[in-house]
């Protein structure tokens, strides 16, 4: 079973590290999620911006699909920190919407990581008088919410 290969491989990577970690999984969020808790620094494992959090992700998605082509999408978190960001990056989205409705011009978001981006755009995409893209490149790519004219 993938799951507690998965599991058992986290496991061995942070008792390498000396971090007895405890887990929730289940499939959420249209993947795997799989929250890592007990870490003695999770600032550590979460890097500047989810930046290390992101690259443990990657290897463990390479793991889990060689096991699986089929497998969903691992979303790996720590503590909850994911979870966190993304709620606010839908007040984000929302009030962005807001200014844009308000001032009837667009409002341009800070450059953000492709899944930040994509929470935007999700949040948004029901809201019948609102439109987002993305411009720029990597790594300034940010989002810009609109009103539909």
Known sequence: MVEEKLRDLLRDIFSSLNENISFEDGRK???YYINMANLSE???YIGKEGTVLRSIQYLINIYAHKLDEEFPTIILDVNGYKMKQYEMLKTVAINAALRAKRL???VE???MSASARRIIH???KNYPDIWTHSIGKEPRRRVVVDIKK
Do not use: A, N, V
């Open 104 to 106: 009837s011009e667009p």
């Open 29 to 31: 969020f249209g993947g």
């Open 42 to 44: 999770p600032e550590i």
């Open 122 to 124: 999700m949040t948004l």
């Open 109 to 111: 978001l800070k450059p």
